[in-house]
């Protein structure tokens, strides 16, 4: 496999976000979204065994981040964003799967994650990733009030 990249790809530098990501990773997620998590959250996520966190580097900048959680086999992204600069440039991709390689690697089942019904951007990309509905949960979003589609990624198919 070449290292070159297609006009419509930017490689970076996939890497576990650190504690001096944080105030970049904070600022980037009240940026791109409205109901964006509490920094508190961020910074217990990386004290806790459950969870892992990424960054996405591009010339010692981060365009891009991703959290998940563990639990006994099952794992859930709970947040994947990149900058609206590097959208549609496999940046999101190159997070996907290195979640999808450490949650194979711990033996998980399968996959979940929650998406808004608006963001039809993001839904067109999980499902093209072999993400599935499997139903809403309403309300589950507060700015603004939105239900959330509940997605999954079957990991194993024995």
């Not at 859930?76 to 900058?83: K, P, Q, R, W």
């Not at 194979?104 to 993400?131: G, M, T, W």
């Not at 599935?132 to 939105?146: C, S």
């Amino acid at each position: 496999m070449n290292n070159v990249a297609s006009p419509r790809e930017t490689v970076v530098k996939i890497r576990p976000m650190a504690e001096a990501d944080l105030g970049l990773v904070i600022a980037l997620e009240e940026q791109i979204f409205s109901d964006p998590w509490p920094a508190s959250s961020f910074r217990e996520l990386l004290d806790n065994d459950q969870w892992g966190a990424l960054v996405a580097e591009l010339d010692g900048g981060i365009i891009g981040y991703a959290c998940y959680m563990i639990v006994l086999d099952e794992a859930h992204l709970t947040n994947i964003a990149v900058i609206p600069d590097y959208r549609r440039k496999s940046v999101a991709q190159q997070l996907l799967d290195r979640i999808l390689w450490i949650v194979n690697k711990d033996n998980c089942e399968l996959l979940l994650l929650e998406v808004r019904p608006s963001n039809e951007a993001a839904i067109r990309f999980y499902k093209k990733h072999q993400f599935a509905e499997l139903y809403r949960r309403p309300n589950y979003y507060r700015r603004p009030v939105e239900d959330a589609l509940v997605m999954v990624r079957y990991l194993r198919t024995d």
